[in-house]
């Protein structure tokens, strides 16, 4: 028998252009993107100020909260809105394995986050560009950082601040495959996230928890988008592995717990 | 066709999730067609339709993109096909609607034609006509029983319908505290008492103590002013007729008392409240 996992991811696409919860998410996006280009001179020395640092402003304030919160919700939904209303059980008595299933769900959410993604910085460049200017980083004094060096580094703030989304994906499917209800699932999803960003330094995990390295990336770009000196080591090291070992522990705690639930009712 | 019987809490409904591999059997194995369900569920279920409890649909997307949703998993995905069973179900015209616009016997109809897609050689359905008029239960049984006579299909129904199950099934099965009490066929299960018969009197009613006196009578239950049941006791209906004629009674019939499945499940299952 074939693999469900793209019949299935097809299916979840088909699902996800239909409901209304992810186009508020992408226009909650919008809503920042438009917001910053009129506040950023507000917040930014003038001198330096270009098209860079208002998309990297734009990406951190993004997936910082907004986009955080909207990832986690939509992920939070997945399974729980399934189970709940019984539409899990239609689908799981056809050929479809538990695992594919819910890899079909974890893949749904990384899509999900990549639009967001895209979109934000679809946003955030277009109307960077029609109030600044991209190219080399430079001040009065002259060219801080080349455009090649700029494009470089954004690219790699990019990618790098898709890793702790990914584990909040992880985390977010995981918390659905362990409750019944959606509102339930939501309500642990963002109950447990405040939770853990309240308390964290008090009890020293600050650095071994996924969500202290949200936006973190971007808060690197953006002293480089301002000439400053900046330094990605080593702790983007330890961001990579925390959020790597979230990815892998989630996904495979939540799959089993997955595999081995009843679903009767 | 075969029922699948029991009280309430017998476990119909959990041996049929523990058939669709929804809830995991505290031992024991189950096969459909030589599969294991939980060693090898993709052979095992792919010619196989089911409809545990109260049929589910994403109720924000019309009927016909939910038997798509579906057709695509079971590799089924023809427009055609889709369309056909829209129509056989009577939602051809109201296929585009959202799920949430329909009622409940419509919502029931189209769990039904989710069953049929991708050609399936057994059905399982939990109570498939639950909720629905007596029209649309006939019209769904009728179909199912088309459907078994001309395509082969096999169709596993459990329902606490006894008459429904009376009607259109072939073969019964009767399970209590999650074990399998008894099962068998249907007619054979529904035949005809021998040494019981139903006595219908034309002018006067009969003397039950009367009767009783006779040797070859065990027992005389009243119906009516007119009508009585009469179960004997190594003796037949020949000798009752000559007997009542003796005695002056004028009998307007005489028949052998029909089973009825209802009297057959209380019989196994000793559970008034849940006949």
Same mark, same amino acid.
């Given at each position: 028998?074939?693999?469900?996992? *793209?019949?299935?991811?097809?299916? #979840?696409?088909?699902?996800?252009?239909?409901?209304?919860?992810?186009?508020? $998410?992408?226009?909650?996006?919008?809503?920042?993107?438009?917001? *910053?280009?009129?506040?950023?001179?507000?917040?930014?020395?003038?001198?330096?100020?270009?098209?860079?640092?208002?998309?990297?402003?734009?990406?951190?304030?993004?997936?910082?909260?907004?986009?955080?919160?909207?990832?986690?919700?939509?992920?939070?939904?997945?399974?729980? #809105?399934?189970?709940?209303? $019984?539409?899990?059980?239609?689908? *799981?008595?056809?050929? @479809?394995?538990?695992?594919?299933?819910?890899?079909?769900?974890?893949?749904?959410?990384?899509?999900?986050?990549?639009?967001?993604?895209?979109?934000?910085?679809?946003?955030?460049?277009?109307?960077?560009?029609?109030?600044?200017?991209?190219?080399?980083?430079?001040?009065?004094?002259?060219?801080?950082? $080349?455009?090649? #060096?700029?494009?470089?580094?954004? *690219?790699?703030?990019?990618?790098?601040? /898709?890793?702790?989304?990914?584990?909040? @994906? /992880?985390?977010?499917?995981?918390?659905?495959?362990?409750?019944?209800?959606? $509102?339930?699932?939501?309500?642990?999803?963002?109950?447990?996230?405040?939770?853990?960003?309240?308390?964290?330094?008090?009890?020293?995990?600050?650095?071994?928890?996924?969500?202290?390295?949200?936006?973190?990336?971007?808060?690197?770009?953006?002293?480089?988008?301002?000439? @400053?000196?900046?330094?990605?080591?080593? #702790?983007?090291?330890?961001?990579?592995?925390?959020?790597?070992?979230?990815?892998?522990?989630?996904?495979?705690?939540?799959?089993?717990?997955?595999?081995?639930?009843?679903?009767?009712? | 066709?075969? =029922?699948?019987? %029991?009280?309430?809490?017998?476990?119909?409904?959990?041996?049929?999730?523990?058939?669709?591999?929804?809830?995991?059997?505290?031992?024991?194995?189950?096969?459909?067609?030589?599969?294991?369900?939980?060693?090898?569920?993709?052979?095992?279920?792919?010619?196989? %339709?089911?409809?545990?409890?109260?049929?589910?649909?994403?109720?924000?997307?019309?009927?016909?993109?939910?038997?798509?949703?579906?057709?695509?998993?079971?590799?089924?995905?023809?427009?055609? +096909?889709?369309?056909?069973?829209?129509?056989?179900?009577?939602?051809?015209?109201?296929?585009?609607?959202?799920? &949430?616009?329909?009622? !409940?016997?419509?919502?029931?109809?189209? =769990?039904?034609?989710?069953?049929?897609? %991708?050609?399936?050689?057994?059905?399982?359905?939990?109570?498939?006509?639950?909720?629905?008029?007596?029209?649309?239960?006939?019209?769904?049984?009728?179909?199912?029983?088309?459907?078994?006579?001309?395509? =082969?299909?096999?169709?596993?129904?459990?329902? !606490?319908?006894?008459?429904?199950?009376?009607?259109?099934?072939?073969?019964?099965?009767?399970?209590?505290?999650?074990?399998?009490?008894?099962?068998? +066929?249907?007619?054979?299960?529904?035949?005809?008492?021998?040494?019981?018969?139903?006595?219908?009197? !034309?002018?006067? &009613?009969?003397?039950?103590?009367?009767?009783?006196?006779?040797?070859?009578?065990?027992?005389?239950?009243?119906?009516?002013?007119?009508?009585?049941?009469?179960?004997?006791?190594?003796?037949?209906?020949?000798?009752?007729?000559?007997?009542?004629?003796?005695?002056?009674?004028?009998?307007?019939?005489?028949?052998?008392?029909?089973?009825?499945?209802?009297?057959?499940?209380?019989?196994?299952? %000793?559970?008034?409240?849940?006949?």
């Amino acid at each position: 028998m074939p693999n469900m996992v *793209l019949p299935l991811l097809h299916n #979840e696409i088909t699902k996800m252009t239909r409901t209304k919860l992810p186009y508020f $998410g992408l226009f909650s996006v919008f809503l920042i993107c438009l917001l *910053l280009s009129f506040t950023t001179t507000a917040w930014n020395d003038s001198d330096t100020l270009n098209a860079w640092g208002y998309v990297g402003l734009c990406m951190q304030c993004v997936f910082t909260d907004v986009g955080l919160i909207f990832i986690a919700v939509f992920c939070a939904m997945l399974i729980a #809105e399934e189970t709940g209303f $019984g539409t899990a059980r239609v689908v *799981l008595s056809s050929p @479809v394995l538990r695992w594919e299933f819910y890899t079909a769900k974890v893949l749904i959410g990384l899509l999900y986050m990549v639009v967001m993604f895209a979109t934000a910085l679809l946003l955030s460049i277009l109307l960077g560009s029609l109030k600044f200017q991209f190219g080399n980083v430079a001040d009065s004094a002259g060219i801080i950082y $080349g455009a090649k #060096e700029v494009l470089g580094n954004f *690219l790699l703030a990019l990618f790098l601040d /898709m890793l702790p989304m990914s584990a909040l @994906v /992880m985390y977010g499917v995981f918390i659905s495959a362990v409750t019944k209800r959606s $509102g339930q699932a939501i309500g642990l999803v963002i109950g447990s996230i405040i939770l853990i960003e309240t308390t964290k330094n008090f009890i020293n995990i600050g650095p071994y928890v996924f969500t202290t390295y949200r936006g973190f990336s971007w808060s690197i770009f953006h002293y480089i988008a301002q000439g @400053v000196d900046y330094q990605w080591f080593p #702790e983007i090291w330890k961001m990579i592995v925390v959020s790597l070992i979230y990815c892998f522990v989630i996904f495979t705690a939540g799959l089993i717990i997955f595999a081995k639930r009843d679903l009767n009712g | 066709m075969v =029922g699948f019987l %029991g009280p309430n809490g017998a476990g119909k409904s959990t041996a049929l999730y523990m058939a669709s591999r929804l809830v995991r059997p505290s031992s024991g194995t189950i096969k459909i067609f030589g599969h294991d369900v939980w060693r090898d569920f993709k052979n095992a279920i792919r010619h196989v %339709g089911t409809m545990v409890e109260m049929p589910s649909f994403y109720e924000y997307l019309s009927a016909r993109k939910n038997l798509e949703l579906i057709a695509r998993l079971r590799g089924n995905s023809a427009s055609s +096909k889709i369309d056909e069973i829209l129509e056989r179900m009577r939602l051809f015209e109201r296929r585009n609607d959202k799920v &949430a616009t329909y009622s !409940h016997g419509m919502k029931q109809r189209l =769990g039904l034609g989710m069953t049929l897609i %991708g050609k399936p050689k057994l059905l399982i359905l939990d109570e498939p006509t639950n909720g629905m008029d007596p029209e649309g239960t006939r019209e769904i049984l009728s179909f199912l029983r088309e459907k078994i006579k001309n395509h =082969g299909l096999a169709v596993f129904i459990s329902s !606490h319908l006894l008459y429904e199950v009376e009607e259109y099934c072939d073969r019964v099965f009767v399970i209590n505290h999650g074990s399998l009490i008894t099962s068998g +066929k249907v007619r054979e299960i529904l035949a005809p008492h021998e040494n019981v018969l139903q006595v219908t009197f !034309h002018d006067k &009613a009969v003397d039950t103590d009367y009767l009783l006196n006779e040797d070859g009578i065990e027992l005389v239950e009243s119906l009516s002013n007119n009508s009585v049941v009469i179960t004997l006791k190594n003796r037949d209906a020949v000798w009752l007729n000559k007997l009542l004629l003796d005695r002056g009674y004028h009998v307007s019939a005489l028949t052998p008392k029909q089973k009825t499945l209802k009297e057959f499940f209380l019989s196994v299952t %000793g559970d008034e409240n849940n006949a």
